[in-house]
């Protein structure tokens, strides 16, 4: 069974502060790993992906991925109140099959 | 350029009818995907496509959803019967394959009364 396994939330973060998403998976064999970012009632948009393990940065958003320990978070840095979403994480399996957690509920608190 | 294309955007349709969703990937975009996202809920895994062919069917929920891609472009979603739990968004995503981002279109809406 493959399984994408994410914190609902809400997570609640001061504004200007540092929000981190994580999300875990299930199969060794994963190889491609992406962020999405949906707001209400919108489809989701990527954010990020990242590939090897280690860090990607981008702006004011940082991936992280640990293979061995099969996780990858997702940090932003300076968080603004337009950083409330729902965020999706997204693995795809050795057969292209690409699932997705059920998400993490993100507040900015102004 | 254009972006993934859905339609209709939202559809009401009576309990036990028929309906057909149409996608429309981004050009050269070899993969296509089908998902469900309840309200409130996460996105549910139904069907992908590689080109023409869809190696994992696993994911529709009953034998009344049937998907098919021709021409290695334009897919639909067939939902036979409805039934009120299929009421939902349908999210269409293309890609370019192997381990690239999707893309998502603005999704179908469907109702069942």
């Known amino acids: 069974q493959k399984e994408v396994e994410q914190n609902s939330g809400p997570l609640s973060v001061p504004e200007g502060a540092i929000a981190s998403l994580n999300c875990t998976y299930s199969?060794?064999?994963?190889?491609?790993f992406f962020w999405y970012r949906q707001y209400s009632g919108k489809s989701p948009e990527l954010i990020m992906f990242?590939?090897?393990?280690g860090d990607k940065e981008d702006g004011r958003f940082t991936a992280q991925l640990n293979k061995a320990s099969q996780y990858v978070s997702l940090l932003i840095r300076d968080s603004q109140p337009s950083d409330s979403a729902t965020y999706l994480c997204?693995?795809?399996?050795?057969?292209?099959?690409?699932?997705f957690g059920k998400g993490t509920r993100l507040h900015i608190l102004p | 350029g254009a972006g993934v294309s859905q339609s209709p955007s939202n559809k009401v349709t009576e309990k036990g009818k028929d309906v057909e969703l149409r996608c429309d990937p981004i050009?050269?975009?070899?993969?296509l995907y089908w998902y469900r996202q309840s309200l409130g809920q996460g996105l549910e895994f139904l069907i992908y496509?590689?080109?023409?062919?869809?190696?994992?069917k696993s994911g529709l929920p009953s034998d009344r959803f049937s998907a098919e891609r021709t021409g290695g472009s334009v897919s639909t979603l067939t939902i036979q019967r409805t039934q009120q739990e299929d009421s939902a968004v349908y999210l269409c995503?293309?890609?370019?394959?192997?381990?690239?981002?999707?893309?998502f279109g603005n999704g179908t809406r469907l109702t069942v009364t």
């Open positions: 995503a293309s890609s370019l394959g192997h381990n690239s981002p999707l893309h």
């Open positions: 990242i590939y090897s393990n």
């Open positions: 050009s050269g975009h070899t993969a």
């Open positions: 997204a693995v795809s399996y050795r057969d292209d099959k690409i699932i």
């Open positions: 199969d060794r064999g994963s190889q491609s």
């Open positions: 496509f590689q080109g023409n062919s869809a190696p994992d």
